[in-house]
């Protein structure tokens, strides 16, 4: 993805280039849970939760979501 697409891309997930580019490079060890969420919503699934934060248990939050409850 061209850096002005990058640009973009972090605006709409809430955050700066330069925060999604150090942490791409492994600058940044951890990113918070509201991000993950942000960039697999804007990668359209290509990137999702669980790559980025292997640590958290997102099966919880996606068996919630599927059972229609509030989480």
Known sequence: MPVPQRRVFASACGTSYAYLNNFAHGQKK???ENLCIN???ESGGKVVC???RPD???A???RSAEEGGDA
Do not use: A, H, M, S
């Open 56 to 58: 958290v248990d997102w």
């Open 30 to 32: 951890r990113i918070g």
């Open 39 to 41: 960039i697999e919503r």
């Open 60 to 62: 919880v939050l996606r």
């Open 50 to 52: 669980e790559q980025l």
